[in-house]
T-cell receptor, first 113, second 114 residues
Framework: DGGITQSPKYLFRKEGQNVTLSCEQN?????MYWYRQDPGQGLRLIYY???????QKGDIAEGYSVSREKKESFPLTVTSAQKNPTAFYLC????????????FGPGTRLTVL | DQQVKQNSPSLSVQEGRISILNCDYT??????FLWYKKYPAEGPTFLIS?????DKNEDGRFTVFLNKSAKHLSLHIVPSQPGDSAVYFC?????????????FGTGTRLKVLA
């Protein structure tokens, strides 16, 4: 049963702590993405990776970091430098080639107290 | 500067009638467009897409129309059902450039009234 998993569903952290959000896919997709959604707003791209060991900054990368050591995994670290980290975080993946849609995980709601 | 815009934050439609959701874009290099449906606290699910070589694509109750000259696309849902109530996002990509990057609109909340 292929898909994308994100864990945990809900995450609470104290201000000033780094936190890492997990994203795993078994779809054999090359490209993976991280988005952030805030209330009343669309999905804003944080980072994306087209292949293993390579990634690019999206529109709102400041305060975040990623790694892509394995094709299946694309973890996102929310650092203490991110000024407004409380948000709903979505991971997605996409097959190689031109006309392909993204598949999304269920999301992680991060709340920083 | 928002490259993909959904100017209607919400839309209410009676069950059985047509729902029309609109999306405008500014980047003429966009050549692949998608619609996603999203329920609260869940990830978006893919609905339908269209490439710039077409002006219409149908899939069951869902049809997407693309007007390249106006830089406008729309999603028609016929007939609308209560289960269609969700937030709908349009997204655009420069697919043939190989960037693999998608730009999303801010979404339209559709409410289908029984």
């Amino acid at each position: 049963d292929g898909g994308i998993t994100q864990s945990p569903k809900y995450l609470f952290r104290k201000e000033g702590q780094n936190v890492t959000l997990s994203c795993e896919q078994n779809l054999n997709h090359d490209a993976m993405y991280w988005y952030r959604q805030d209330p009343g707003q669309g999905l804003r791209l944080i980072y994306y990776s087209q292949i293993v060991n390579d990634f690019q900054k999206g529109d709102i990368a400041e305060g975040y970091s990623v790694s892509r050591e394995k094709k299946e995994s694309f973890p996102l670290t929310v650092t203490s430098a991110q000024k407004n980290p409380t948000a709903f975080y979505l991971c997605a993946s996409r097959a190689s080639g031109v006309w392909h849609e993204q598949f999304f995980g269920p999301g992680t709601r991060l709340t920083v107290l | 500067d928002q490259q993909v815009k959904q100017n209607s934050p919400s839309l209410s439609v009676q069950e059985g009638r047509i729902s029309i959701l609109n999306c405008d874009y500014t980047n003429s290099m966009f050549d692949y467009f998608l619609w996603y449906k999203k329920y609260p606290a869940e990830g978006p699910t893919f609905l339908i897409s269209i490439s710039s070589i077409k002006d219409k694509n149908e899939d069951g109750r869902f049809t997407v129309f693309l007007n390249k000259s106006a830089k406008h696309l729309s999603l028609h849902i016929v007939p609308s059902q209560p289960g269609d109530s969700a937030v709908y996002f349009c997204a655009a990509s420069e697919a043939t450039s190989g960037t693999y990057k998608y730009i999303f609109g801010t979404g339209t909340r559709l409410k289908v009234l029984a």
